[in-house]
């Protein structure tokens, strides 16, 4: 089967990724980690304005009725600018969950959503009761096993926790019993997984396109670091990894988009890969920065953190690896891989 999307979808995401330039500089990123907010909100005015945030709600509620798979591309160039908000959370993983009222609200940018997830599947890190912009949000969303309990901010209390990241307004959240509307799980949680591989995917392009930068201006010995046999080696390494994961992401949006019975398994390969090869960029940009590297002046710290905390964020890739085991272990290959 050939896969490639459409020049309206590239068009699409040519158009948020100089939106997000403008409006989700280094500068702007700065200031959102000292307020601690986690929100640009020209930013997301923005977003809302174009349609990012009511793509995946139902035309009927305002948004615009599209699948995961035209949400792919745009989340990933979200992660390229490192926004803060919770473009995830709310435009991706809440409308497969909340009742017509959220879904319009979110389509006019008038809601944002937290997630709370505890996760009890195979292999698969518990996340308890922390959430990112546990303290901010205007909703939560309760994840369990197999369902989902979406909670009023009236009904929350939030405690403020820190952060390596500081623009993820991270808080452990807590509700009286009783709290809240009790809907099925579905595909929240690969909606969320497939989600946070996308944006790694970016955070991994950003970092990359800042050291092979930065490696030819750099001089030492009269020359670009960058020609550097031992420089180009890590590079291309990172380039390597980074490329054999953005297909993988891509195809889990697509089985979410189709319902493909073996959407999961997907989701958590895309994560797995999309973990190790943004963790595995970071690396490698550090090392080849040198000392400037490690220091908050600059703006590396930015990207290289965010992939840090969203590498573990829905799941570590060990954690992932183990659930694509489950998987393809638990089938038996001759017999029961659904037909196509």
């Not at 035209?70 to 160039?77: G, Q, R, Y």
């Not at 303290?135 to 820190?162: G, K, M, N, S, Y």
């Amino acid at each position: 089967m050939r896969f490639a999307f459409t020049d309206e979808q590239l068009l699409f995401r040519d158009t948020v990724r100089d939106l997000l330039a403008k409006e989700c500089s280094p500068a702007e990123l700065r200031a959102c980690w000292d307020r601690g907010d986690a929100r640009l909100p020209r930013a997301w005015v923005a977003l809302t304005e174009i349609g990012v945030v009511g793509l995946c709600v139902p035309e009927a509620d305002g948004g615009m009725g599209a699948d995961p798979i035209d949400l792919v591309l745009l989340l990933e160039e979200s992660g390229r600018a490192g926004l803060p908000d919770p473009l995830v959370e709310t435009a991706l993983v809440a409308p497969a969950l909340v009742g017509p009222e959220h879904r319009a609200a979110i389509a006019r940018g008038e809601l944002t959503v937290a997630v709370v997830d505890e996760l009890d599947g195979p292999g698969v890190d518990r996340a308890n009761d922390v959430a990112n912009h546990g303290a901010t949000a205007d909703l939560v969303i309760h994840l369990e096993l197999d369902r989902a309990t979406v909670l009023e901010r009236a009904d929350l209390a939030a405690e403020p926790l820190p952060s390596v990241d500081g623009g993820r307004a991270v808080a452990r959240v807590s509700w009286p019993a009783g709290a809240g509307t009790t809907v099925p799980v579905g595909d929240a949680r690969d909606r969320a997984v497939v989600g946070a591989a996308a944006q790694l995917i970016g955070l991994g392009d950003r970092m990359l396109a800042m050291t092979a930068e930065y490696v030819v201006e750099r001089k030492q010995f009269g020359v670009p670091i960058g020609s550097f046999q031992a420089v180009k080696h890590h590079l291309a390494d990172a380039l390597l990894a980074l490329e054999f994961a953005r297909p993988a992401v891509y195809r889990a949006a697509q089985s979410l988009t189709t319902d493909d019975p073996w959407a999961s398994r997907d989701s958590s390969m895309a994560k797995a890969m999309a973990s190790d090869a943004a963790t595995g960029v970071a690396r490698a940009a550090l090392q080849c920065h040198g000392a400037i590297g490690y220091t908050v002046e600059h703006d590396l710290h930015l990207f290289m953190k965010r992939a840090w905390a969203l590498s573990r964020a829905w799941g570590s890739a060990r954690a992932h690896r183990a659930r694509v085991a489950d998987a393809v272990l638990d089938h038996d290959l001759l017999t029961d891989i659904p037909e196509d």
